[in-house]
């Protein structure tokens, strides 16, 4: 069965600084952080809709710093959301926040009001692309609150962003080799986008800050999911999610709707180069992992297509005995 969240985000709330490439209410879409009693009506409309599973569906709390935010605040959502954990109507509850504002008592509070999931918002593990982005961290803030999620017995996320002012490629590959070290179960992979009224916006606009490229990110994102696929880690997103507000604020950089898509079919054509290097022209038949075959012909065919220009001619069958991203002759 699929896992969901109930998602809720908190914008804005409980960040000390503004970072130099966000503007929440845009990403989020949500102008103002939502009342406890909001909150609570959202849950229980939730948890009434037909076909609502609880046993595979978190409360997620997303957007903020969570653990910097007013404390009767968050206490109040706690107060919420805590209970749908405990009747058994949600597998838990996720939130996110920032790696500075959550130590072992913080961790442990949590987990004892139902909390299973912290996310970190990393972003970077380099300290001079940290400072320059007015993060407010450094990685070591990043690797003393790994510690306390997994010493409070939380699953631990981590989230990066590629592309910041101030990274290049190999330093974006050395925070994700960082976050290979800290073993997270979840990994979020964002490539930075200019958005409207953010600090990046001006930057970009008097010609101080270029984003990557589509296809620059594309590439760089398929080998980041190679990189974290190889160390067991689940990468539960990549790009940020389109929707309304976020085509609204969007200024530059590499978004695209079907952005994971165009990730995995890229992971694809390289596999597909290896294992038709050499051959001729002719028909090949394929087997790649149940649920691949979309992802192996690539995004809109345009693997398929690229062999068929140098004469090979695929078919894709999904075979319950191939591994996910491997490709086996038949
Ligand atoms: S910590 Fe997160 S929510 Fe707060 S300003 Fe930075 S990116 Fe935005």
């Known amino acids: 069965m699929k896992h969901g969240n109930i998602g809720l985000f908190i914008p804005h709330l409980g960040c000390p600084q503004r970072c130099s490439f966000c503007n929440q209410n845009r990403i989020s879409g949500a102008a103002r952080a939502p009342s406890p009693e909001e909150v609570a009506r959202l849950l229980e409309g939730a948890v ?23 404390p009767a605040y968050r206490e109040a959502l706690l107060d919420v959301a805590e209970p749908f954990v405990r009747r058994g109507q949600a597998a838990g509850i996720r939130l996110s926040t920032r790696p500075d504002c959550l130590d072992g008592p913080m961790a442990r ?9 912290v996310e970190l918002g990393a972003q970077c593990m380099d300290d001079g692309v940290l400072a320059k982005n007015r993060r407010g961290h450094t990685a070591e803030d990043v690797r003393a609150a790994c510690r306390a999620v997994r010493a ?13 002012p101030g990274a290049d490629r190999e330093t974006d590959r050395r925070t994700a080799e960082a ?18 009224d953010t600090e990046l916006c001006a930057l970009y606009e008097k010609g101080a800050y270029a984003p990557l490229s589509l296809e620059e990110a ?10 974290f696929d190889s160390a067991r880690i689940r990468v539960i ?31 694809y054509a390289a596999l597909l180069g290896e294992a038709l290097a050499g051959l001729p022209a002719g028909e090949y038949r394929l087997g790649v ?27 894709v069958y999904e075979d319950g005995a191939v591994a996910p991203y491997t490709i086996r002759r038949m």
Not at 244 to 256: I, N, Q
Request: hydrophobic residues 45%; contains cysteine.
């Open 218 to 227: 594309v590439e760089q994102t398929a080998a980041l999911l190679r990189l």
């Open 152 to 164: 409070a017995g939380l699953e631990l996320g981590l989230q990066m962003m590629t592309g910041l």
């Open 289 to 315: 992992a149940p649920g691949h075959a979309s992802k192996a012909v690539g995004h809109r065919g345009e693997n398929r297509r690229a062999l068929a220009e140098r004469g090979q001619r695929i078919k």
């Open 179 to 196: 976050f290979v070290a800290l073993a997270p179960d979840t990994v979020r992979i964002y490539p930075t986008l200019v958005m409207r």
């Open 48 to 70: 009434r809709a037909p076909g609502f599973d609880g046993a595979h569906c978190e409360i997620a709390f997303f957007g903020g710093s969570f653990t910097a935010v007013d």
């Open 237 to 267: 997103r990549v790009g940020l999610h389109p929707d309304e507000s976020l085509a609204k604020g969007w200024v530059a950089g590499p978004f695209h709707p079907a952005f994971r898509e165009l990730c995995e079919s890229r992971r």
């Open 109 to 117: 509070h949590l987990a004892a009001r139902g909390v299973t999931a």
